[in-house]
């Protein structure tokens, strides 16, 4: 059986494509665009990149009990050439400000074919380019909510009337 928190339905509105240049910092200008462009709803389409080095966040232990703290965390820092195999995620609304939550996977370029992911945190660094593109949903707010399941702000989609 399926357990469905919140569910809600809306379109796709405006579509924002960019490229950012050698030593943008991904996670800070992802927020700065979708702050110009007054994007409070949307999702992150897509993401290529070539990186200098990464900033990853995941968990490394899984808690007794929730909320879930930086102490059950890990962020690992990658500092070699990257490419960025896939950018994905949402943009949401937190205390009335927008809101990225991402998930990126990296290459390292390595024979073996290893790869890195997690949590697109700052310090994600480009090292030639990057190539974004995000969609704004309309007729719908997703806000982050505090849980009674997580204890934590969750993503909460409402249909906007």
């Known amino acids: 059986m399926t357990k469905i928190k919140s569910i809600a339905k809306g379109s796709l509105g405006r579509v924002v494509a960019f490229r950012l240049s050698p030593g943008a910092d991904i996670y800070e200008s992802l927020k700065n665009i979708i702050e110009e462009h007054n994007i409070k709803t949307g999702v992150i389409l897509s993401g290529v990149a070539s990186l200098k080095q990464a900033v990853l966040r995941?968990?490394?232990?899984?808690?007794?009990?929730?909320?879930?703290?930086?102490?059950?965390?890990?962020?690992?820092?990658?500092?070699?050439?990257?490419?960025?195999?896939?950018?994905s995620g949402n943009i949401t609304e937190l205390?009335?400000?927008p809101f990225v939550h991402a998930h990126i996977v990296v290459s390292a370029g390595e024979e073996n074919g290893l790869a890195y992911g997690g949590h697109l945190e700052k310090g994600c660094i480009v090292f030639s380019t990057a190539e974004i593109i995000i969609a704004e949903i309309n007729e719908m707010q997703?806000?982050?909510?505090?849980?009674?399941?997580?204890?934590?702000?969750?993503?909460t989609p409402k249909t906007k009337k």
Do not use: W
Not at 61 to 87: G, N
Not at 142 to 152: A, F, Y
């Open 58 to 87: 995941n968990v490394n232990l899984i808690p007794d009990s929730f909320p879930m703290t930086d102490a059950y965390r890990v962020l690992t820092k990658i500092k070699k050439p990257l490419e960025v195999l896939t950018l």
């Open 95 to 97: 205390n009335c400000k």
């Open 142 to 155: 997703i806000l982050r909510e505090m849980s009674d399941d997580t204890l934590t702000k969750e993503f």
